[in-house]
């Protein structure tokens, strides 16, 4: 089946940098275009960054845009979230997403959180 595992969240000083995978499995991860969303508490979940199968199309959201790179490596199934700059704006839980079969599929989230 379907297995969306993110990794690579924690606490991280204003400015600072972290680096989010996502671990995919249970389907053909090569073909996939793939997004990364993130969730505020307390707010609702939003499309932080998108790309496409072959990796060489990206999209991300305007407040990010600059700072997050979203990239992939087809050969190891893993989807990839640069962070830098990182604002307490950005604290949240993301997630990454793939629709398959007309599906929607999600990990359990990583958390980010931007404090000093």
């Known amino acids: 089946q379907v297995q969306l595992v993110e990794s690579g969240g924690g606490l991280v000083q204003p400015g600072g940098s972290l680096r989010l995978s996502c671990e995919a499995s249970?389907?053909?991860?090569?073909?996939?275009?793939m997004r990364w969303f993130r969730q505020p508490h307390g707010k609702e979940r939003e499309w932080v960054a998108d790309i496409n199968s072959d990796g060489n199309r990206t999209n991300v959201q305007d407040s990010v845009k600059g700072r997050f790179t979203i990239s992939r490596d087809n050969s190891k199934n893993i989807l990839y979230l640069q962070m830098s700059k990182l604002e307490p704006e950005d604290t949240a839980v993301y997630y990454c997403?793939?629709?398959?079969?007309?599906?929607?599929?999600w990990g359990q989230g990583t958390q980010v959180t931007v404090s000093s």
């Open positions: 997403h793939v629709r398959h079969y007309l599906k929607d599929y």
């Open positions: 249970g389907f053909n991860f090569r073909t996939k275009f």
